[in-house]
């Protein structure tokens, strides 16, 4: 059975299955999220790269408005991230509070992670740096990392100021590409796994394998995927801003793999 949350290493706790908010377009975003809420979902992906945080922040107050008494903010698991030009200890310390600000009505930030180590060791821990000043400030709850090496993660660890650990590697991670040395090396170090485009951007999902047992078990070629995700202990962020999609994915927690089935999802990627 899998898990619908999953306890971070600080003890948070993080819904295991997450709507990727990336690509949605702006004036739909609110609604999508909005209706996201009301099918089940609790934790919703944006990036200050994506430009819809104010409008993911807008759907999930609207829900929280709806019915105070049972819609609890702390039910809610919301994650931004930085992008590459908002690196260094001061840009970070403005970022964060930018962040904060497009999202007022929910009050802190759940989850806030380093887009990308792109800018360069120096950068990547002055960031992290703001970054731990923000969990201590309140304003943010946990923080992590994305597309995050083995060596980035290293880098990270060996920090001497360091704090408040990362909570979050978020990396593309699939049954084509299944990473299996960074996976086991995150999890060696306490890290949990966000899993973004878990179908491969759509394109994988009609693939031979994964079409017949999609068949078999009398569920959609994405369940499959996302329910593959799910099996391996990772938290998918599936894209879409399709309503009826929304439910499709969600019920991805009714469908159950076998190990054999795993292996064979695996196998029939292997290089």
Known sequence: MVPKTYTLTNGCLMPSLGLGCYSIPKNTTAQVVHQALKCGYRHFDTAVFYGNETEVGEGIAAWL???????????????????????????????????????????????????????????????????????????????????????????????????????????????????????DYCKSIGLAIQAYSP????????????????????????????????????????KTQNIQRLQSNLDSYNVSLTAEELTNIEKAYAP
């Open 199 to 238: 179908l491969g951007c759509g394109d994988r999902v009609n693939d031979p394998y994964i079409a017949s047992l999609a068949t078999q078990k009398n569920c959609t070629p994405a369940q499959i995927l996302i329910a593959w995700s799910l099996a391996k202990g990772y938290a998918p962020l599936p």
């Open 65 to 183: 408005a709806e019915d105070p008494s049972s819609n609890r903010r702390q039910d809610v698991f919301y994650v931004t991230k930085l992008w590459n030009s908002q690196n260094g200890y001061t840009e970070a310390k403005t970022a964060i509070q930018q962040c904060l600000q497009k999202v007022a009505p929910l009050g802190y930030i759940d989850l806030l992670l380093i887009h990308s180590p792109a800018c360069g060791s120096a950068k990547r821990l002055a960031t992290y740096e703001a970054m731990q000043e923000s969990v201590d400030a309140g304003i943010v709850k946990s923080i992590g990392v994305s597309n995050y090496e083995r060596h980035h993660l290293q880098e990270l660890y060996a920090m001497p100021n360091l704090k408040h650990n990362p909570v979050v590697n978020q990396i593309e991670v699939t049954p084509w590409l299944p990473r299996n040395d960074l996976v």
